[in-house]
């Protein structure tokens, strides 16, 4: 009962069809295992309400909203509503991420860049907007944001490495301007994870089998040459959202398998 009394929004709760859990979904299910209250957005709210089953099938409590994070209104709703619902906010975890069209410099057009931007990095900046003055007058609180380990390295695409390099700066930033009201904000760097959007989608666009883009992406990772999964990047968020993390703030940690250590 890491988070008992503790009330958590998760942005991007739901997840996309697949084989295995999303890291949204995985991280909701494992902050109600701990005791904490969920307010479950996502933009396809029929998949958040799949997450509060799960969740209220296991005695936990849970609401689901339909929310789109590219709209303000939509961010400002998310607060209201988990105020209205629970009467505090201690936890924002912010997990939406997309990287659809993404292309190098002289092949990405404008519309998808936009998206990209829009939905990876403004959306976060819109989130904790609206949560950040409701911890401030609590003077606790703890923001999680779900960043990549593309951010550090050198990739094919350009509007995914660059919109998720923002969210580290935005993380920092807000963890230092933030600090003296005891509002914490950590990012988590994911790496090559097991996940339906990474894997199953992947396949799908490409007409491959679920196996081969598996199977490709194990021999990539040091760590015992096997991806992680969405639960690797739960027990994170966990640590950072519990008081075991009570004076960490402005960390980018990889959970990576060691991928994002390789020199050379």
């Not at 988990?82 to 201690?90: P, Q, V």
Request: hydrophobic share 45%; aromatic share 4%; net charge neutral.
């Amino acid at each position: 009962m890491r988070l008992e009394g503790k009330v958590a929004i998760v942005v991007g709760a739901g997840q996309t069809p697949g084989d295995t859990i999303g890291n949204g979904r995985a991280t909701a299910i494992l902050f109600a295992r701990e005791g904490a209250r969920v307010l479950l957005a996502d933009r396809r709210l029929d998949s958040a309400q799949e997450t509060e089953a799960m969740i209220r099938g296991e005695g936990g409590t849970a609401v689901a909203v339909e929310t789109d994070v590219t709209r303000e209104d939509d961010c400002r709703g998310i607060a209201a509503r988990c105020l209205s619902e629970f009467g505090r906010i201690d936890v924002l975890h912010n997990n939406v991420g997309i990287g659809d069209g993404d292309e190098g410099l002289l092949r990405l057009d404008l519309d998808v860049w936009r998206r990209i931007i829009d939905v990876n990095l403004t959306a976060m900046f819109l989130t904790c907007k609206y949560v950040v003055p409701q911890m401030r007058e609590q003077q606790s609180g703890s923001i999680i944001n779900i960043s990549s380990i593309a951010s550090l390295a050198a990739v094919s695409t350009l509007a995914y490495k660059v919109s998720k390099a923002g969210v580290n700066a935005l993380t920092q930033q807000l963890a230092m301007s933030n600090a003296r009201h005891g509002v914490r904000c950590n990012a988590i760097l994911p790496g090559l994870m097991n996940t339906p959007m990474a894997i199953d989608l992947w396949a799908e666009r490409r007409g491959v089998s679920r196996q081969e883009v598996a199977s490709a992406r194990d021999a990539m990772v040091p760590l015992r040459g096997r991806m992680g999964d969405a639960w690797d990047v739960a027990h994170a968020a966990l640590f950072l959202a519990s008081e075991e993390a009570r004076f960490v703030t402005g960390v980018l940690l990889p959970v990576d398998g060691g991928q994002s250590a390789k020199v050379g």
